[in-house]
């Protein structure tokens, strides 16, 4: 598969800050995904991005698609213990599959 | 909303042994895939399919076979268990990009 940059690859976070993470390909993709994961669990869809300059909210999230189609970022605005968790990227470049970034783990800062 | 279960979310065998991962989602989604997961690599795909009895070749599937006779169905087959595939397995549906992940399950090969 096309290799994704994701970083950072862990951040610690206390409640009330914002966040901020990306992705970066060499590949151009048509589909940006940001996924979350919890302990245990799958992962969840967050956001999707279909198109260069989109900008997408989904409550506290924002992601949006790079212009050149080579990299995407999402933020969390106002972070609440709940958003630890294991973020993934993934670009879609032809058919139905996915390009995984290797996860940004967000933990809460003791 | 999508719903896709996998049949163990713990399993314990020994090498040699051949293991079943069963998937079912109940969406009528064409696609399914199987991913592992490991610490820093994120998810890389070992199989997947467009259609019932159709199969391709992921990233690594090296050791795995798959097979779906029903739309719903998607099963991830360890011929002979080996330690280095003791992971996460996660399954995947979709209609078009967007993936929808089962909560996975945890496999360890002693």
């Known amino acids: 598969g096309q290799q994704l940059n994701q970083s950072p690859q862990s951040m610690f976070i206390q409640e009330g800050e914002d966040v901020s993470m990306n992705c970066t390909s060499s590949s151009i993709f048509n589909t940006w995904l940001w996924y979350k994961q919890d302990p245990g669990e799958g992962p969840v869809l967050l956001i999707a991005l279909y198109k260069a300059g989109e900008l997408t909210s989904n409550g506290r999230l924002t992601a949006q698609f790079g212009i050149t189609r080579k990299d995407s970022f999402l933020n969390i605005s106002a972070s609440i213990p709940s958003d630890v968790g294991i973020y993934f990227c993934a670009g879609q470049l032809h058919d139905y599959k996915l390009s995984f970034g290797a996860g940004t783990t967000v933990t809460v800062r003791a | 909303d999508v719903k896709v279960t996998q049949s163990s979310r713990y399993l314990v065998k020994r090498t040699g042994e051949k293991v079943f991962l069963e998937c079912v989602q109940d969406?009528?989604?064409?696609?399914m895939f199987w991913y592992r997961q490991d610490p820093g690599l994120g998810l890389r795909l070992i199989y997947f399919s467009y259609d019932v009895k159709m199969k391709e070749k992921g990233d690594i599937p090296e050791g795995y076979s798959v097979s779906r006779e029903k739309k719903e169905r998607f099963s991830l087959i360890l011929e002979s268990a080996s330690t280095n595939q003791t992971s996460m397995y996660l399954c995947a549906s979709s209609e078009t990009y967007t993936q929808y992940f089962g909560p996975g399950t945890r496999l360890t090969v002693l």
């Open positions: 969406m009528d989604h064409e696609n």
